[in-house]
């Protein structure tokens, strides 16, 4: 393939060109740049086509301050969100309308996930069989300018995932912290989900071992089990019991 043809990654082009990733990303959205969809949300870009769009149509610099004034006037909506091309090594949300992009999580972290996955889909397929229990990365649509994907969440089978995004609300999220995201997913999120009345929040610490449960009273989370060893059981939850340092564990490798 000739070089001129090649096709490139939204941040491979946007260090060729000097500019932010999220400046790429809007023209992409806003079709004012070429690109090819190699899958959902996957893009790549020829970068000579693409500087071709956009000579005699304002500098690197008038695009950079562009970028500077659309950030403080736009809100991002699902729509915007749906065209942020997917980042190899990153994760996207919205929150308030603000792009958050975090580094993908460790291995550890989806260890822990998967695990407490099995644990929760074994208890609610004998509970709630028409209930389903889902992974991240999928979309969950709080309002018009939230759109968060958690790393678990238990949708009852009174409350079924008909949309994409799910618009339904979760009887619990679950969220296993990671070193970028303890701020967002203990503040900005616990927000959102108070406030859209998730009636049950559980935060998974792996790096402290211990879990965090969160119940919904008169609107507001209270603290109902803050656990770091033995068996984890939740008043709510009747029957559902596992042991805290098998699910934090690391496997011993020889």
């Known amino acids: 393939m ?50 071709k769009a956009l000579s005699g149509e304002m500098s690197s610099s008038m695009i950079k301050e562009d970028l500077v004034h659309y950030q403080g006037k736009k809100k991002l909506t699902y729509k915007d969100y749906a065209m942020i091309p997917e980042e ?34 074994d208890y609610f397929h004998e509970t709630d069989p028409q209930g389903e229990v889902f992974n991240a990365p999928l979309d969950l649509n709080l309002s018009e300018y939230t759109i968060v994907q958690p790393d678990l969440m238990y949708l009852p089978g009174s409350r079924p995932a008909r949309n994409n995004p799910v618009d339904s609300v979760p009887e619990l999220i679950v969220e296993v912290l990671s070193p970028s995201t303890s701020r967002k997913d203990r503040v900005l999120k616990l927000n959102h989900y108070q406030s859209s009345g998730v009636p049950h929040y559980w935060i998974l610490d ?15 989370y209270v603290s ?30 020889t």
């Open 2 to 51: 000739d070089c001129r043809d090649e096709l490139i990654t939204a941040q491979e082009l946007a260090d060729s060109l000097s500019l932010s990733v999220d400046t790429i990303w809007r023209y992409t959205r806003e079709k004012r740049i070429p690109y090819v969809e190699i899958g959902s949300r996957q893009y790549r870009y020829n970068r000579q086509k693409v500087l």
């Open 88 to 121: 190899p090594g990153f994760r996207h949300e919205v929150i308030d309308g603000v792009l958050i992009r975090d580094p993908s999580p460790s291995f550890h972290h989806q260890r822990i996930s998967r695990r407490l996955q099995r644990i929760l889909e």
């Open 206 to 220: 792996p790096e402290g071992g211990f879990i965090e449960a969160y119940e919904l009273l008169d609107g507001r």
């Open 224 to 253: 109902m089990v803050r656990s770091a060893e033995g068996i984890f059981s939740h008043p709510s939850f009747p029957g559902l019991s596992f042991d805290i340092d098998k699910l934090f564990s690391k496997p011993e490798y």
